[in-house]
């Protein structure tokens, strides 16, 4: 690892979203990462851990190396969980270090076509168009209500493909009708208002979530909070930005601004800890924006998730007591990338009648990480199956997370590896413990 602690200069020409050459020679690779990095810790190759991705970051970026398919590869298999951020002395930012290698990648590679077709259909006319997720909500709706999924499933066709069936129970579910009925709509607060915030409904959660996001605006509405729901709202970009695809990212990080800057709340709240992270980031992703960076900044200060909000403002105690127990999965983007690790427990611990129980290594991947588990479905099963030992020795009657990706991967867990329990969001405790019935 020594070369790369030689200041070469980096080479010339390199692509804008690059990683900084500042921030890649922060790492002094001491490998106190190594054992926070899930597929380091799985595979013991050390190109596969954060210090060693690092190290082929800087050789391309002197011009040492060229991008081949290796350093694509080995690129492309990181989780980017972060959580080698909390365990790095030297506070290098390596979440920004894999982002911008992809941004790099993506900018100097072509993919065979029908990755691009797929990349197209999914980034630019699934995520961001409100009418296209309606459609495709509603065919998977009727795929899974309508008995095809069970027709399916009685031919026999997943037992004889593997990854078939891996992704059919990776399969989120369809809700009807989306939380997209509630854009535009206020929310007034029960009670006397304290505050007003504006709820971020996502892009997938407004189809597969809808449920957890209107238990999100009843948390909020018993909290005192008048609720509004943006009609102007996109997906956050957060995909985007893991994906490489950062101008694309960058468009949806100005629509989210022009819909929610100018509302004066007093926060901007979010229940996917994903969604979060890259929304607290508009500030990096719109730096040199000269027409929204000092707007970028104003809007990554107000965004809260809603497990930070809830537990920063006096929380409305009046629930009905649950009798039965819990565990939580630290949702990495929640734990590492935002550093928010106590108040979803001080929130659940606040529930009257609940028995919180600590899992071990609660803030390792479960392997989700977007659809990390949809493109690389060997390790994030590996991942997966991994974290529902830790789930079973905590051996709780439900496991709670704070993201929706992490409840997807979970509830697969479930069934592959564990008792069948439910997986719930902190917020739908909530909502349970303020329901009269």
């Known amino acids: 690892m020594a070369a790369a602690e030689t200041a070469t200069p980096p080479r010339a020409g390199r692509h804008p979203d690059a990683p900084r050459y500042e921030d890649l020679f922060r790492c002094v690779h001491c490998g106190l990462c190594l ?48 959580g ?14 894999v982002e ?19 990349r197209r259909l999914v980034f630019e006319h699934l995520l961001p168009s409100r009418a296209n997720l309606r459609i495709a909500g509603a065919l998977l709706w009727m795929y899974q209500r309508l008995g095809l999924r069970a027709l399916v499933h009685l031919t026999g066709l997943l037992k004889r493909f593997d990854r078939l069936a891996e992704l059919d129970q990776l399969q989120p579910g ?13 929310f007034p607060a029960e009670g006397a208002r304290r505050y007003r915030v504006a709820l971020l409904g996502g892009c997938i959660a407004n189809v597969s979530f809808a449920r957890l996001n209107e238990a999100t605006v009843r948390v909020l509405r018993r909290n005192g909070c008048e609720v509004t729901v943006p009609d102007d709202q ?22 989210n601004i022009d819909a929610l800057l100018a509302g004066n709340y007093d926060a901007v709240i979010t229940n996917a800890a994903g969604c979060g992270s890259t929304l607290k980031e508009y500030d990096d992703l ?38 039965y127990s819990v565990t939580y999965q630290d949702s990495c983007h929640l734990a590492h990338g935002q550093k928010i690790r106590a108040q979803p427990r001080a929130l659940l611990r606040a529930v009257p009648g609940l028995t919180f129980r600590e899992m071990p290594l609660s803030d390792l991947c479960c392997g989700s990480a977007g659809i990390y588990n949809v493109q690389h479905t060997e390790m994030s099963m590996a991942l997966l199956e991994q974290k529902m030992e830790s789930v079973n020795a905590a051996d709780p009657d439900v496991v ?7 409840m997807i991967q979970l509830q697969a867990g479930e069934k592959r590896h564990g008792k069948g329990r439910r997986v719930a969001h902190v917020v739908e405790i909530l909502d349970e413990a303020y329901s009269r019935t």
């Open 286 to 323: 719109l730096e040199h924006d000269p027409a929204y960076a000092e707007k970028a900044r104003r809007f990554s200060a107000l965004m809260k998730d809603v497990n930070e909000f809830l537990a920063s403002i006096e929380l409305n105690r009046d629930m009905r007591a649950l009798d």
């Open 234 to 255: 996109t997906c956050c970009g957060a995909l985007h930005v893991h994906a490489g695809l950062r101008e694309q990212a960058r468009k949806l990080a100005r629509r």
């Open 100 to 118: 911008a290698a992809r941004a790099e990648i993506q900018a100097r590679t072509r993919h065979p076509w029908h990755v691009r077709l797929g």
């Open 174 to 186: 369809a809700e009807m009708p989306t939380f997209f009925r509630h854009y535009g709509k206020v």
């Open 84 to 97: 080698c951020e909390t365990a790095c002395p030297s506070g290098v930012q390596y979440g920004r270090l």
């Open 400 to 406: 709670v997370t704070a993201n929706p990706g992490c």
């Open 35 to 82: 054992n926070a990095c899930p597929t380091y810790r799985e595979l013991r190759v050390e190109m596969d851990s954060p210090r060693g991705r690092i190290y082929q970051m800087v050789q391309v970026a002197t011009g040492e190396a060229t991008i081949t398919p290796s350093y694509i590869e080995h690129i492309e298999l990181c989780l980017a969980c972060r």
